[in-house]
């Protein structure tokens, strides 16, 4: 048996699950997810307070889907109790973030400012960074759908990666940057 689908989803107090056919509803304090379980060999129900994700076959498609919903319902539950958030830093000269209404405005290298619409459900927040070596910006992505800030992050984040030798870019807080070493001149 899949050893993240056996597991059963705990339900906190201020949280309503709701299982109709093969559409699981969750509803909490920060608002309202739902999810069709799209395959075959997954079932979902509630039972004592508990979310339990259930199979149906032993191929190879079903122990596959069994963990991937059970998470993924575990991911809703979570996000409507505490929104789950992404920190991009970014790094360079010039370089400028600004949220404008439902727009994230970045100026970042191009010879035009650089326009996301925030997806449903997702905010964003432009701030100073936390390193005093250097001017750095920092974006939180933050909302109640983990798919959705990972999506937006990932699409943020692809707009300047990271250029090696200087470290100017997009990033993630938590990712390791690793830095070349620039061109020597002379003889050792």
């Known amino acids: ?9 705990a339900i906190p107090e201020k949280v309503s699950v709701n ?21 075959k060999y997954v079932t979902a129900k509630v039972e004592n307070g508990h979310v339990i994700v259930e199979r ?10 069994h963990g991937l919903y059970r998470q993924l319902i575990a991911n809703m539950v979570k996000g409507v109790v505490t929104p789950f958030t992404k920190t991009l830093v970014i790094a360079g000269v010039g370089y400028r973030a600004a949220v ?12 035009h400012p650089v326009e996301f619409v925030l997806p449903e459900g997702v905010k964003a927040e432009a701030k100073e960074g936390d390193d005093k070596d250097k001017k750095t910006l920092q974006v939180v992505v933050s909302g109640i759908s983990k798919e959705a800030v990972g999506q937006f992050a990932a699409s943020v984040k692809a ?12 990033h993630y807080s938590d990712e390791v940057v690793i830095r070349k070493e620039g061109k020597t001149s002379g003889k050792k």
């Open 159 to 170: 707009k300047r990666p990271v250029e090696p030798y200087h470290g100017y870019g997009i």
């Open 100 to 111: 404008q209404g439902n727009k994230l405005v970045l100026n970042i290298g191009y010879s």
């Open 1 to 9: 048996m899949s050893r993240v689908g056996r597991l059963p989803i």
């Open 56 to 65: 149906s076959s032993e191929i190879k498609d079903a122990k596959s889907a």
């Open 19 to 39: 299982v109709s056919g093969n559409v699981v509803s969750v509803k909490g304090p920060l608002g309202e997810l739902s999810r069709k379980i799209e395959s």
